[in-house]
């Protein structure tokens, strides 16, 4: 928390920008209806709304500008915006990088070696990733595709329910190529059906009713950092 300057002075407002609210000094209302710690205070001048935030050591945060008259907020806008870009770290650190995969084949592939990297194909296709499946011919096995396509379509079998074909597979030089991508419905439909057969499910849930939340409290003030 930033201290007040001197007696009976204003707190330093925040640098504005167009993604922050206004907060003290910079709110330019002439009355606001005063919200702290989900407590409705009421409808104040101004120069009392701040006055209170002042003696709490805290900021005035115009969290609803559009509101007649605007709503504000009484609150630690600084700890706000530290906490906002610690979720908004945490939420890029745990995201998922999509992106496409590729898995070689030899149209002479051992069951094994095919099996091995099938299933390493599933695996990149649960994660969310597309997987471009490539068919590599030496020598005169170019002139014979169709062993090429036999492999594609074991793949496509294989995995199907997990991932399915976005592009047919195609002839690119000396190889054969095929993506494949997440097949997003049919993991939805599996999971739907399983909740469905699950015995357990439900069985004894109650449903949750949600009460009417505090008006006031619905409107965060925006602080660009979470997106």
Not at 54 to 74: F, G, H, S
Not at 161 to 189: C, F, H, I, T, W
Request: hydrophobic letters at 35%; one cysteine or more.
């Amino acid at each position: 928390m930033s201290p007040w300057h001197g007696q009976g002075a204003s707190r330093i407002a925040a640098t504005a920008t167009t993604n922050e609210p206004r907060i003290n000094d910079r709110i330019r209302a002439r009355e606001v209806r005063v919200v702290h710690e989900g407590e409705q205070l009421g409808i104040k001048p101004l120069p009392e709304a701040l006055a209170l935030a002042r003696q709490l050591d805290l900021d005035l945060v115009e969290v609803a500008p559009l509101a007649t008259p605007p709503v504000c907020r009484i609150m630690d806008y600084g700890k706000f915006k530290f906490d906002a870009a610690q979720r908004a770290k945490e939420s890029k650190r745990k995201a998922v990088h999509v992106g496409i995969k590729e898995m070689k084949y030899r149209p002479k592939i051992g069951p094994g070696d095919f099996d091995t990297k099938t299933r390493q194909v599933a695996k990149f296709l649960e994660e969310g990733h597309k997987v471009k499946i490539t068919i590599m011919f030496r020598g005169r096995e170019v002139f014979h595709p169709e062993l090429g396509k036999k492999i594609l379509d074991r793949i496509a079998d294989q995995v199907d329910g997990v991932g399915k074909s976005e592009s047919e597979p195609r002839l690119d030089g000396r190889n054969m190529v095929m993506v494949l991508a997440p097949d997003k419905r049919a993991r939805q439909s599996a999971a739907s059906k399983s909740a469905h057969e699950d015995p357990v499910a439900g069985d004894g849930a109650v449903p949750a009713t949600d009460g009417p939340g505090e008006a006031a409290e619905a409107g965060e003030p925006s602080t660009g950092a979470e997106g």
